[in-house]
């Protein structure tokens, strides 16, 4: 079913069962794709979008908080704002620099780069008997999204992109909306600079961040209490490269607000 | 034709004609639904998401820049970055806080809260005869939003929700995504605080920035350079309520980036 101009389809897939260390993410959402009336044939310019926390499960980015010891500044912060002192340290240990804390948040810049709420460790949706467990960023989100994309390549043939999303905040907006934490087989930002407008005039600081979007837009479909974690996305044809969420994070140098 | 669950899907409407001072968007809108395939016959939880530019231009939110008399700060701050020191004036007379400065770009509070580059204030797209045309941010955007709503709701019948969208940048990631400027028929958030995720884990601190997201997901359709500015959402049945962009805006002194 080829899409038209104008025209993007989402689909949350079905039948994706629970997530385990070890666990091969891309065979999973292609089994999905074959569950899911109206999902194949694959077509060129097809995004999967992948949530973040079937990655970390399956990678085991996951930390079982019985096996840490909070430092003191982690029991003091926790105290301070009722927040669990070994899922504090987690988060600390995850940090690479802290930007803000307040309101019983800690905002940090993680190794890979991002600038996010709790470094991303996340007790939501983990799984069933998982009292203790938090889940982590994947350690290369690139990587994961290419290893789930050379998965489906193989399977299906068809030349798509994978994005691995994430449910961040930001500043001066309340509420999260979902953002790449990886691409592959896309870029992830558009350059329209230079380009001409509707009008035909040249825009001057126009990048699209089209993984960002499509990650927002998969949510729409996902929904966060349905445990529906992989979205098709059809005709939205993303610039085609090998692109790097890296080219989303603003380094620490060119930034205003670290 | 009604959208299964888990699945949504966007069409930029055809056929809007160049939009100019006292239109009447509502109806411009209506009539473009009548002109695109498979729009009709709306559905109780569509939404419509109506880009900035065309709100601006029909509410008269817009600045010929030959009647600006840039004063002397915003010469020296626009010689310094190569900038037209008319629209930078502008900026500044939309300011009423100046958040950062730096790289060329003014990063400001603007009298409706939001807190964004330039102040929205914005040269491109405004029209094929408008050289030294920029637009402002509608005024009341919430409004704007309503008055859609009302003539489609009072045209088609169904109860559906609007979002007016505009394209903003954000801290630490580089490129734009579409956020809510406005809603009508819909609450801008989600609040999940409360209930259980998918395992029946209670979720603390979970708020959807769903208007957000189907602002970043119609901007997946639409595109920066066809000459879009319309998009119909159906699937993703937004939370009904009499909603307002103000849901998602921090108050300064809740903040932590300004």
Same mark, same amino acid.
């Given at each position: 079913m080829p899409t038209e101009p104008g025209r993007v389809e989402i689909t949350a897939?079905? #039948?994706?069962?629970?997530?385990?260390?070890?666990?091969?993410? #891309?065979?999973?959402?292609?089994?999905a794709l074959e569950a899911t009336p109206g999902a194949l044939p694959l077509e060129e310019g097809d995004v999967l979008v992948v949530t973040q926390k079937i990655v970390s499960k399956a990678e085991g980015a996951v930390v079982d908080l019985r096996t840490v010891n909070p430092s003191q500044e982690a029991v003091e912060w926790s105290t301070k704002w009722d927040r669990d002192p070994r899922q504090i340290q987690v988060v600390m240990d995850q940090a690479v620099r802290?930007?803000? *804390?307040?309101?019983?948040?800690? !905002?940090?810049?993680?190794? *890979?780069?991002?600038?996010?709420?709790? /470094?991303?460790?996340? /007790?939501?949706?983990v799984g069933p008997e998982s009292g203790d467990l938090v889940t982590l960023l994947p350690v290369d989100p690139d990587a994961s999204a290419r290893r789930i994309r050379d998965a489906l390549v193989a399977r299906f043939g068809a030349d798509i992109a994978v994005v691995v999303s994430d449910s961040f905040g930001r500043p001066w907006r309340w509420g999260i909306t979902d953002v790449a934490l990886g691409v592959a087989g896309m870029l992830a930002n558009e350059d329209l600079r230079g380009e001409p407008d509707a009008d035909g005039r040249v825009m001057?600081?126009?990048?699209?961040?089209?993984?960002?979007?499509?990650?927002?837009?998969a949510e729409l479909a996902l929904g966060k209490? /349905? #445990?529906?974690?992989?979205?098709? !996305?059809?005709?939205?044809?993303?610039?085609?490269?090998? #692109?790097?969420?890296?080219e989303t994070l603003i380094p620490a140098e060119n930034d205003l607000f670290r």
């Open positions: 897939l079905a #039948g994706l069962p629970e997530v385990r260390l070890g666990d091969d993410v #891309g065979a999973m959402v292609g089994d802290i930007v803000r *804390q307040a309101y019983g948040v800690l !905002i940090v810049e993680t190794p *890979q780069g991002f600038v996010c709420a709790n /470094a991303g460790v996340d /007790a939501s949706n001057r600081t126009t990048i699209r961040a089209v993984a960002d979007e499509l990650a927002s837009a209490t /349905a #445990g529906r974690p992989v979205a098709l !996305i059809r005709g939205a044809n993303p610039p085609r490269g090998e #692109g790097t969420v890296r």
